[in-house]
């Protein structure tokens, strides 16, 4: 059995950061591409970021030069590091990511979602 778990969410100042984590734990054989997500109030789920295997990464163009993904193959954990943090950043996050299981194939897991408020 495959588990994502998030920490590092809470309430921040406008202006501030936060780090969000996502540990995978299990089964694991490798894992593929890593995301975090976000879901705010009467919206629909969209992507933040996304990192692959291999380190390249990917932005909404909302957070472009504000986030940044990063991850530990080794450790099977991935990062989000927000800074100048807005309102609109204002939503659940998401961690998500594709893993390979030996004998299974690639599944897509989710964490179960970190609150982030920004407000003052």
């Known amino acids: 059995q495959v588990q994502l778990v998030e920490s590092g969410g809470g309430l921040v100042q406008p202006g501030g950061s936060l780090r969000l984590s996502c540990a995978a734990s299990g089964s694991i054989f490798s894992i593929n591409a890593m995301g975090w997500y976000r879901q705010a109030p009467g919206k629909q789920r969209e992507l933040v970021a996304a990192i692959t295997s291999g380190g390249s990464t990917n932005y909404a163009d909302s957070v472009k030069g504000r986030f940044t993904i990063s991850r530990d193959n080794h450790k099977n954990t991935g990062h989000l590091q927000m800074n100048s943090l807005k309102p609109e950043d204002t939503a659940v996050y998401y961690c998500?990511?594709?893993?390979?299981?030996?004998?299974?194939?690639?599944?897509?897991?989710w964490g179960q979602g970190t609150q982030v408020t920004v407000s003052s």
């Open positions: 998500n990511a594709e893993i390979r299981i030996l004998g299974v194939g690639v599944r897509d897991y």
